[in-house]
């Protein structure tokens, strides 16, 4: 059996100097989810819930700056030229 892969957030050098729980983008991704996944707003109101989904997209995109993602997996290589 191979190992899982797993997902490390790294703090770039030149990011905000505050550190962002994983929580707080967990829940901002959730409410970002919840809303795009409700059913479509009436006439006239999707204006508005664009602003909102843009809203949550930027706030999530901020707490984010800085970072990166390293993904940190099995990267079994085989010799197989059978």
Same mark, same amino acid.
């Given at each position: 059996?191979?190992? %899982? ?6 703090? @770039?050098?030149?990011?905000a100097? #505050? ?6 983008t967990?829940?901002?991704? @959730? ?8 059913? #479509? ?6 204006w ?14 901020? %707490?984010?700056?800085?970072r ?5 997996? @099995? ?8």
């Amino acid at each position: 059996m191979g190992k %899982k892969s797993r997902v490390k957030t790294q703090k @770039s050098g030149t990011g905000a100097t #505050a550190s962002v729980s994983p929580k707080e983008t967990l829940n901002l991704t @959730s409410e970002l989810l919840q809303k795009c996944s409700s059913p #479509a707003p009436g006439p006239g109101k999707e204006w508005e819930e664009y602003v909102q989904i843009r809203s949550l997209v930027e706030k999530i995109r901020k %707490k984010q700056k800085g970072r990166r993602i390293i993904f940190m997996g @099995s990267t079994k290589i085989t010799n197989d030229c059978r």
